[in-house]
């Protein structure tokens, strides 16, 4: 399936407001784009966009009408009685939106000073300009530990955004480890922007409130014993019915997720 438009497809940034259909969507109609058809167009039937992504028809109107609105496809042919839409990916926009790890060269910067690694100076004009250097990549052991369950094929370089969302999303109670497992048993085919897409899973987990075990618990409140997280007094349970508990209801992990309907 793979081919020109199918991987600039894979090198955009795309919007972070997109989701994971949108992704499905956008990517299998770049892989079927024919600009040899007049007009150009990419000519999925629906019972195949519905087979690839296991998407309802109602999900995947919406969808691609919302990659209409974001500019990223145009509507070539509307639906009549026989035949359905077809449409074209926005190749133009997908090229501006082309991720490059290059830095711009700034020609002021070129000097007669021999640079390591490139041309000599002769005669006071450089032979070539200075190469630069490509930005480094940031990782952490925290981000190389999620890669550890993530498919080589699908794998991708840290952005200094990811590598906070990742951290932050670590102090979120159990949520990392949620991510983590959910990551390692999960059917990655049809996903093919990962980034975006583990992007978006930790937005989810950290709109939500945050999910506690007997390793990973809440700060203590300093109001209960800190060991046991047992108060001297009795309070009701959070959704308990009328029954009440000795457990802290501010840092007992089992209280607060009861008080956060994790249960």
């Not at 910067?109 to 490139?118: D, R, S």
């Not at 370089?157 to 102090?171: D, R, S, Y």
């Not at 700060?219 to 009795?234: F, N, P, S």
Request: charged share 25%; proline share 8%; with cysteine.
């Amino acid at each position: 399936m793979a081919n020109k438009h199918y991987e600039e497809f894979c090198q955009a940034e795309l919007p972070n407001n997109l989701t994971q259909l949108d992704h499905q969507l956008l990517g299998h109609m770049c892989a079927r784009f024919n600009e040899s058809k007049t007009p150009p167009k990419a000519y999925p039937p629906l019972a195949e966009l519905k087979r690839i992504t296991g998407a309802h028809d109602k999900s995947i109107s919406r969808s691609l009408n919302r990659l209409i609105k974001e500019d990223l496809l145009f509507r070539v042919t509307r639906a009549r009685i026989g035949w359905q839409s077809e449409y074209a990916p926005n190749m133009v926009r997908i090229r501006e939106l082309k991720v490059t790890d290059e830095l711009p060269i700034d020609s002021e910067q070129v000097t007669e000073k021999a640079v390591i690694g490139n041309a000599t100076v002769l005669h006071g004009s450089p032979v070539s300009y200075p190469k630069p250097n490509k930005p480094i990549k940031p990782t952490t052991q925290l981000f190389d530990d999620l890669l550890s369950v993530i498919p080589k094929d699908k794998l991708f370089n840290a952005t200094p955004k990811f590598v906070a969302m990742l951290e932050q999303l670590k102090q979120h109670g159990t949520s990392y480890n949620d991510l983590k497992a959910y990551l390692k048993d999960l059917n990655w085919f049809g996903i093919h922007t990962p980034q975006t897409f583990v992007i978006s899973l930790i937005k989810d987990k950290l709109d939500k409130p945050p999910r506690y075990s007997s390793e990973l618990r809440p700060e203590w409140c300093r109001e209960c014993d800190e060991v046991t997280r047992k108060a001297t007094y009795l309070s009701f349970v959070p959704n308990g019915k009328g029954t009440q508990t000795q457990s802290c209801l501010k840092c007992d992990p089992y209280m607060v997720n009861r008080f956060n309907n994790y249960y």
